[in-house]
């Protein structure tokens, strides 16, 4: 079997959800399990209903609510020409009601708890999926009866092990060559039932634990870029697509930046040896990327991304401790409050590290004054050069500094697997930094 995950661009409306309909029967022989994202950009306005509910707006909510409905009945009369099911036209109804209750819920409390965000997001996912089943005249599977998690509400950690026996129980039995299954990307479920999320972008995520618990051949992930490029096309257009990404080279561009995977994705498919490709939906003969454990060398640089904003904290040993004594005590600090640092550099008494800009800085430099001084420096952006043969191209990292020119270069970290070369600018000097290593990227043989 495969996995087919169509993102929120690939189901935006009818005539995407017709493209979609028309590669998931294309692809039927192959025994299918078909993952889709919410229509369009629905998870940012159940979001934006909730925070409107939460802050007593309750009609206000129910204005994003009633647009919404309208979207999906849009979608669902275009698909079927005026005549909807009767099933889908009830289930519909169901999950409008079942929203305006949660939103009414949330208004009247004025609190919403990630456990109740979670409730209210899921049903982007719920909504899309009704349609298109129904469209394909598929088997629908909620996903919350597979996809189990810990109760991490809005970042929800998945428990594989549990998954597989779910998905062996209420998948598998439904799955065949020449149909297909339909289910749900980001939602899943606690062992009481509680509904989870797994954090924005998660679809990726569910689509590679749906692939490693089934025994996939493939997991496609179908978006509106051919395959993953060379750079985010929106900051350097001239991206090219990549056509083979080694497991570890995608790994650390989704962890760096690369929207178009989410981060989490790569580690099931890598330990079950399932190869992820990333896909055109509306270009299916086009390029697409290929990403397996197998790699084959291309570019000395593969591709860059970047993140940001983050915060740079310099921190020097305002005693003699020893260098030991001093790391071990640092990164104590950072490990009690729950801190994690991204990139390291460091030199005989400091220490240059990079945090998420919305971490909470005051207990932490409150807790380092006790034996260190702290520079902070916000609003920094990393960037990253990812690629299998950096380490063994001699020179290479000389031309990235030169290309950067005028461009002040504040921290550098090579990552341990010595395929990924790190550089902390400015944020405001983010785009041109990435656009003129670009020209690095496509000149480097
Ligand atoms: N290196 C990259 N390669 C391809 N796309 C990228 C890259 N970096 C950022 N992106 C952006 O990611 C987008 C696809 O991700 P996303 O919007 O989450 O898609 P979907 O709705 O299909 O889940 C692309 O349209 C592109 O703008
Ligand atoms: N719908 C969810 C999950 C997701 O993965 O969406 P997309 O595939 O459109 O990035 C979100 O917007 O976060």
């Known amino acids: 079997m495969i996995v087919m995950k169509f993102g929120g661009s690939s189901v935006a409306d009818a005539a995407c959800m ?39 707006d309750l009609p206000g909510a129910l204005e994003v609510q009633r647009a919404i409905m309208t979207a999906h009945r849009r979608a669902a009369e275009e698909l079927f020409a005026g005549a ?34 979670d409730a209210i997001a899921s049903l982007g996912e719920r909504l899309s ?29 998945p428990d594989p092990a549990a998954i597989r026996g779910l998905a062996v129980r209420h998948l598998a039995p439904q799955l065949g060559a020449g149909r297909a299954v339909v289910t749900q990307g980001y939602i899943g479920a606690t062992e009481d039932g509680l509904t989870t999320t797994l954090g924005r972008g998660g679809s990726d995520y569910s689509a590679a634990l749906f692939g490693a618990a089934l025994g996939a051949t493939e997991v496609q992930i179908w978006t509106d870029v051919e395959g993953v490029l060379t750079c985010d096309p929106r900051i350097v257009p001239e991206a090219l697509p990549i056509p083979e990404l080694s497991f570890a080279e995608a790994a650390e561009l989704a962890a760096f930046g690369a929207k178009v995977l989410h981060p989490a994705t790569i580690q099931p498919a890598v330990e079950a040896r399932i190869p992820v490709t990333v896909r055109h939906t509306l270009k299916p003969q086009g390029r697409f990327t ?17 993140r940001g904003p983050v915060t740079v904290l310099t921190v020097s040993s305002s005693r003699m401790l020893a260098q030991s004594g001093f790391l071990a005590r640092l ?25 998420e800009a919305d971490v909470p800085l005051k207990p932490l430099l409150q807790d380092l004054s006790a034996f260190a001084t702290v520079e902070v420096s916000e609003d920094r952006a990393i960037i990253a050069a990812v690629g299998e043969r950096l380490k063994s191209t001699p020179g290479l990292g000389a031309r990235l500094l030169s290309a950067l020119g005028g461009i002040n270069v504040e921290m550098i970290s090579m990552g341990a697997n010595e395929i990924n070369l790190s550089l902390v600018v400015r944020r405001d000097q983010a785009d041109e930094a990435l656009r003129r290593l670009h020209r690095v990227l496509t000149e480097a043989a």
Do not use: C, Y
């Open 331 to 355: 990164f104590e600090v950072f490990g009690r409050r729950g801190v994690s640092v991204d990139l390291v550099a460091t030199a005989e008494v400091s220490v240059s590290l990079t945090v």
């Open 18 to 56: 017709r493209q979609v309909e028309t590669l998931v029967r294309a692809a039927l022989p192959e025994a299918p399990l078909v993952v889709l994202s919410a229509m369009g950009k629905t998870t940012n306005a159940l979001f934006q209903a909730a925070r409107t509910a939460e802050s007593g």
């Open 84 to 117: 909807v099911p009767e099933s889908l036209d009830t289930a519909l109804t169901e999950h409008f009601g079942e929203l305006e209750l949660l939103l009414r819920g949330v208004a009247l409390l004025r609190e919403l708890s990630p456990r109740s965000m």
């Open 129 to 157: 999926t009704r349609i298109f089943a129904e469209r394909l005249g598929a088997a629908w599977v909620d996903a919350r009866t597979v996809l189990r998690t810990d109760g991490a509400f809005g970042e929800a950690t």
């Open 290 to 306: 290929t990403i397996s454990a197998e790699v084959r060398t291309g570019r000395p640089i593969t591709a860059l991304a970047s």
